[in-house]
Every structure is written in C-alpha cells, then in structure tokens.
C-alpha cells in the first residue's frame, strides 16, 4: 500500500494474541511512514453475521452454484475478480508460520483474536507508537473520556457497521455523549450507517470531526476505481446541496443547533 499510494496512510491494527505479532505490524507500519494508528477495539471475536451465513459468504469461501449464478449475472465484477484474483492479507502472511496470504490464514487470524484486550494492552501499544493513535469502535463515554486520559489522540465511533453485536447502539445516537466527554479535546469520528452527505451532516451536528464509510465505498467498488470515486463525488455533491438547504455557508459552520428540535415561538 504505502509503495502504491501518494498522501497520508493510516493502518489499522486488529489486536491479536501474540503481541510479538502486533508489535511486528506496529513496527512495520512506523517503517513505510504511516501517519497514524488505528487500533480496532470491536472485533475481539466474529460476531454472528445472519446474512452472510444466509448467503454462503465465509472464510474460507465455500463456492456454492448460488455464486457462479451471481458471477455469471455480473461478468464485469467477475472479470476483474478473474484478472486481478482473490484479495491477499498480505500483513498476516507468515503468521503462525503459515506462508499463505489467502482466505485460510484469514480464518487462523479469526480464531486468534485478543478478547481479553484491556487497560495495560492499550499502554502497551501507545507506547510502541510515537505517532497518531486512534481507537476504532468506540461507543462508551467513560471509555471515550478515559482513552484520551490514558493518551489516545482521536476516538472512532463505529459499531463496526453493525456487523459486530447485535443490538448494539448506533453510532449516530452514540457521538454525541462521546463528544461530550472528551470534552473537545479530541477529534471524534464516526462510521457505520455513513450513506448519504446529510447523514455527514447530522454527524456533524452531533459533534463528529469526520465521517468515514465502509459499504458505501465497497458497493461503488462493483464498478472499481471509478465506481468508488463516484461514490465520494455523490457524497460530496450531497454535503454542498444540504449546507445549501440548512443555510449554513461552510461545513464546519455545522454544529448542534442545526438538530435542535423546533421551538415555537
Ligand atoms: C467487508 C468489510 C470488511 C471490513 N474490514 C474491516 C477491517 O479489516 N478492520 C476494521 O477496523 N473494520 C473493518 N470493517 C468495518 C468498517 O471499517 C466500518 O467500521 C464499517 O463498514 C462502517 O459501516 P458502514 O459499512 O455502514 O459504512 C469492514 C467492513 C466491511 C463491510
């Protein structure tokens, strides 16, 4: 990534068991000049994903006639997918010895998760990282408040898209409390339901910095690069015409009175 890509490059740490292993990503990370860390908090093991088990997606994939039909339904996807082959996870290969990048090593990363991530884990790793920290999956003041306490420069609220706990609450009910309790401090994002420019909008309003998406970019990667960048010119499109329609001249002119409900007066 960090060969291929010009401009600034997060990478995003899921935390596993052997610290060996993470310090070695972290490490990694610090040496192509990452500019910041984000460490995922809310995959401390899969959680149960009803509609990918309904529709046959798992790791490792076990291809089903339903799949060749869709493959065949969309030649262009499937053509690329064909020229380009199957995603590698190229960050895990060689982990527990395992010399694969693909779907396998992908499940023995799923089975090695750290739940048990804690206090003295966090402090482990702010202090083998000198630069941005990020926690990705926060929805908890008090965590929010005490993660900025223990060092944490930015906090990402995100129930992982909902793809994690069922019954979870939304991210966009969660950011304001969030907000409140770092206290400014911190830059607050958010992610997970982002589909639309005044969905960013209404983050804004509840006190997000930034608004990130996950399925909104994947379902514009059906038509590849073009697709994606498609997906954003949308989004950005959307966030100039609802500035517009709320009367506010800039973006980060947003803020909570944009939501506030309508006294009559
Ligand atoms: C196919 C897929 C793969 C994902 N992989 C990761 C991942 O490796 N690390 C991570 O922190 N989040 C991952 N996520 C979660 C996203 O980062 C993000 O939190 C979520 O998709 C936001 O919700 P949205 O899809 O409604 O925008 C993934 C999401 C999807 C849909």
Redesign the pocket.
Known sequence: MARAVQGPLWF?L?VLKDFDFNRKLVRQAEEFGYSAL?V?VD?QTGGKREKDLRNGISIPLRPSLRHVLEGIAHPAWSFRLLRGGFPQFENVRGYLGDTSAGLTIAARVGRNLHAGFDWDDFRTIRDWWKGLLIV??VLNPGDAARLIGEGADGIWV?N????QLDGAVSSIDAVGAVHDAVGGQASVMI?????TGMDVIKAKARGATAS?????A?LGAVEGQAGVERVLDLLLEEIATGLKLCGVPGFQLVGPDLISPVVAG
């Open positions: 995003q899921y984000v995922t995959l990705k999956g995100s992982h898209g909902g793809r992610d997970s339901g982002i589909r990130a998406i996950g399925r909104a994947l």
